[in-house]
């Protein structure tokens, strides 16, 4: 390709609504173009990166023995009520409507079909286990989209998923996908490490998450891990074993205290004296539209996936101050936020209010707790006595760096990780409600035992982006790179330098090289930012010192330079493009 006509437009400056550095600089260098909200044109450069992220895909897919079909976008209602998620899924969803009045979908996930092909096409225990896969586009209609194509409305993803007959051949192909997504990621030249996550919308006992760990904002999750073992878990599905502390309170008989203007945990400690370890603290929460009230140690805050996990719902958020006011009228009290409790709360806005108890808070004796009146709380009370403890007791705690591994018990660290690739083990969630069923050898009739396997190609090639710059711009990995080297004569009226600079080019496309040579009339530093800012993981300058028969040969990853004969030069890049297939 001829730099003169390779369709694209870099920018000398970030566009101004881009938060994380992929959005960045695949805009600025022209990968990319907004349409709307969550939604971009994929330009020449980033459609041929994704297409190398695809072809890596599809190979190790097909290496595990999975195969490829294609499903449709656009979904029907009537199979999304077969599973039970047209009005569990939540906005993300976007809904619509035929010509007809048919309910129809555009596809964020593809489970209900996939699982109504296989119901039609797998009778038979003998056709089974099967891995079956597609390459396709999805929608999901976010809240709020941002950081470029980490987070978007519209997405480029493989999602794989697999039948079974029991649990044990489901647990082989999740082994087999598992080194399949290790395989991919590393032929993509990034760094992953499998966490174990939390299911979602998709559903199913056990998943994890391949996460590009990374020190940006775009980090997604926070990932806790244990140099002592292989202990990694998802902010959203770790657990810990708390280090020792303060339990048990000093007031040793119940009362209920004055406690002015004390609406945090800080001011309360402040003023009793105390260790917010001996707090029961409670949270209202409004979990698809009905009042959940969360009980925690003081010290330590909740995770609202696992709250929104322990009372099965869909879509949650942290109570209005308004809501408070209506929630305590309502049940007979004039407090506020700071002061609440779980004794009377019963109901709210036409449900009971659920209540749900952290692990954290069993073993406290004597502590401090809200009573639903304003500037007052009860010290020295205790469970069963002044106040009953719910019966929904489970983990809703947010892990901390410095807790304890489940596993090993060493201290846990904590950092930041991109998702790029999901895998669960679905059981018959799908299976049973759809009545997708084989007839197994003794002819009777079982559901089917499913997986599910995603990979964000757009994200994936996002994340190396984000795992792969410097402030001069992208460093692609050479296997997803648009192109594998360029040629740059630094000056196009130079009869020597073009000559020696198109020989080169010539070279390298008859080795299968993937070249672009600059052969813009254009200064030669415009050529050598352009160059640095897309992102060619070689660059070989051909300048004034070619009249000593050598040219200049630049690593874009090391950003280091040496100079080298033609042929040299030629040599190194052929090697490595050769070398791609071994890795």
Not at 193 to 218: L, P, Y
Not at 314 to 321: V, Y
Not at 379 to 391: C, M
Request: charge should be negative.
């Amino acid at each position: 390709m001829r730099m003169s006509k390779l369709f694209v437009q870099t920018l000398r400056e970030f566009p101004s609504d881009a938060e994380v550095i992929s959005h960045k600089l695949l805009v600025r260098a022209g990968f990319i173009r907004k349409l709307t909200s969550g939604v971009y044109n994929y330009l020449p450069l980033m459609w041929r990166v994704l297409k190398k992220v695809e072809n890596i895909v599809r190979e190790e897919m097909d290496r595990a023995c999975a195969q490829e079909l294609l499903m449709p976008f656009v979904q029907p209602q009537e199979l999304w009520e077969e599973s039970g998620r047209w009005n569990a899924y939540g906005k993300e969803l976007m809904r619509l409507t035929d010509r007809h009045g048919r309910g129809m979908c555009l596809g964020p996930t593809h489970e209900e079909i996939i699982t109504s092909i296989a119901r039609d096409g797998l009778k038979s225990y003998k056709q089974l286990p099967v891995n079956l896969y597609q390459i396709q586009s999805k929608f999901r209609d976010e809240v709020r989209p941002r950081f470029g194509l980490l987070r978007g409305r519209e997405f480029i993803m493989k999602d794989a998923y697999s039948f079974a007959t029991s649990q044990e051949e489901l647990e082989k192909e999740y082994k087999n996908m598992w080194d399949t997504y290790t395989r991919i990621f590393k032929r993509c030249g990034l760094e992953t490490k499998a966490v174990q996550s939390d299911s979602g919308a998709i559903g199913g006992s056990v998943s994890h998450e391949f996460m590009v760990i990374t020190d940006t904002d775009a980090g997604e999750n926070d990932v806790f891990y244990c140099d002592g073992c292989d202990y990694s878990a998802n902010s959203n599905h770790a657990v810990s074993v708390l280090p020792e502390t303060i339990t048990i309170g000093d007031f040793l008989s119940p009362e209920i205290k004055d406690t002015p203007n004390t609406r945090s945990i800080e001011e309360l400690c402040e003023f009793l004296k105390i260790q917010p370890s001996i707090i029961v603290k409670t949270l209202v929460y409004i979990v698809d539209k009905k009042p959940v009230l969360a009980l925690i140690r003081g010290d330590k805050q909740v995770e609202e996936t696992k709250l929104l996990n322990a009372v099965g719902g869909t879509d949650i958020r942290i109570a209005t101050a308004g809501e408070i006011d209506e929630m305590m009228s309502v049940n007979g009290f004039d407090s506020e936020r700071g002061f609440i409790g779980p004794n009377g709360l019963n109901e709210y806005n036409g449900y009971k209010v659920e209540i749900v108890a952290d692990n954290s808070v069993k073993e406290l004796k004597n502590f401090v707790v809200g009573i639903n009146q304003k500037d007052k709380h009860g010290v020295g009370y205790n469970w069963n006595k002044e106040i009953d403890l719910p019966s929904n007791i489970t983990d809703i705690r947010l892990v901390e760096a410095g807790e304890f591994c489940p596993q090993c018990g060493k201290p846990l660290k904590v950092t930041r990780g991109i998702e790029v690739g999901n895998i669960f083990q679905l059981g018959t969630k799908y299976s049973k409600p759809m009545n997708a069923v084989y007839t197994d050898v003794d002819g009777k009739t079982k559901p089917y035992i499913m997986g599910c396997y995603g990979i964000g190609i757009s994200r994936t090639a996002a994340a190396a982006v984000e795992a792969h710059y410097d402030e001069h711009g992208i460093k692609w990995p050479l296997a997803i790179a648009p192109y594998h080297a360029i040629v740059i004569p630094v000056s196009t009226k130079d009869e020597l330098q073009m000559k020696v600079a198109e020989d080169l080019y010539k070279t390298l496309l008859k080795h299968g090289v993937e070249v672009v040579i600059d052969d813009r009339d254009e200064r030669a530093g415009v050529k050598f930012k352009d160059a640095d800012l897309i992102g060619f993981p070689y660059i070989i300058t051909v300048g004034k010192s070619i009249t000593n028969g050598v040219v200049e040969f630049k690593i874009r990853e090391s950003y280091t330079s040496s100079e080298t004969t033609p042929e040299q030069a030629a040599e190194s890049v052929i090697t490595a493009v050769c070398n791609l297939g071994k890795i």
